[in-house]
T-cell receptor, first 112, second 114 residues
Framework: DAKTTQPTSMDCAEGRAANLPCNHS???????VYWYRQIHSQGPQYIIH???NNETNEMASLIITEDRKSSTLILPHATLRDTAVYYC?????????????FGKGTKLSVKP | DAGVIQSPRHEVTEMGQEVTLRCKPI?????LFWYRQTMMRGLELLIY????????DSGMPEDRFSAKMPNASFSTLKIQPSEPRDSAVYFC????????????FGQGTRLTVV
């Protein structure tokens, strides 16, 4: 799987949008971009994923650049409960290449 | 569905003892992952099963660690003998095989080896 690069930490004011960047310059054509988060003492939680089109769900939006070498996870209105470590992962879905490998992630702190 | 169920939630054992961690994946999921998390090393993938078959066990630290998946609804991770450096939180996750799949994680087992 391609490696990803994320900032170690970020702060965001409550109610504002949190924009979390991820670089994956060596991503392959069949690799998806996944985002997970881990709230303290809990198991990681799936947020969103995409291949090349922008995606949106009830939790977040995922913006992938046209060359697919980077992406941004957007939490439109961050709350204190969004404080967590956010992981950007690239992987091939399924079969023998379906490993889900976590990096260091970005520690997002949402402040009142 | 109750989600991925791990047991026990907490385990304290003495060095040299055998430890068995258990995982029940979500029904219908046929991919299963075991992870270990420590402050120093973060989340490490230990082993990945697909249709009950181990696909990649390159993350298993050493021969003291073994994992089995005898059927689609149960998996174990065994450490024998356990050592203090095995102390960590162990997570199990499952997903459906194929494209566009998300993995669901259990709440983890916090293992302390004294």
């Amino acid at each position: 799987d391609a490696k990803t690069t994320q900032p170690t930490s970020m702060d965001c004011a409550e109610g504002r949008a949190a924009n979390l960047p991820c670089n994956h310059s060596t991503i392959s054509g069949n690799e998806y971009v996944y985002w997970y988060r881990q709230i303290h003492s809990q198991g990681p939680q799936y947020i969103i994923h995409g291949l090349k089109n922008n995606e949106t769900n009830e939790m977040a939006s995922l913006i992938i650049t046209e060359d697919r070498k980077s992406s941004t996870l957007i939490l439109p209105h961050a709350t204190l409960r969004d404080t967590a470590v956010y992981y950007c992962i690239v992987r091939v879905n399924g079969g023998s290449q379906g490993n889900l490998i976590f990096g260091k992630g970005t520690k997002l702190s949402v402040k009142p | 569905d109750a989600g991925v169920i791990q047991s026990p939630r907490h385990e304290v054992t003495e060095m040299g003892q055998e430890v068995t961690l258990r995982c029940k994946p979500i029904s219908g999921h046929n991919s299963l992952f075991w992870y270990r998390q420590t402050m120093m090393r973060g989340l490490e993938l230990l082993i990945y099963f697909n249709n009950n078959v181990p696909i990649d066990d390159s993350g298993m630290p050493e021969d003291r660690f073994s994992a089995k998946m005898p059927n689609a609804s149960f998996s174990t991770l065994k450490i024998q003998p356990s050592e203090p450096r095995d102390s960590a939180v162990y997570f199990c996750a499952s997903s459906r095989q194929g494209w566009n799949t998300e993995a669901f994680f259990g709440q983890g087992t916090r293992l302390t080896v004294v």
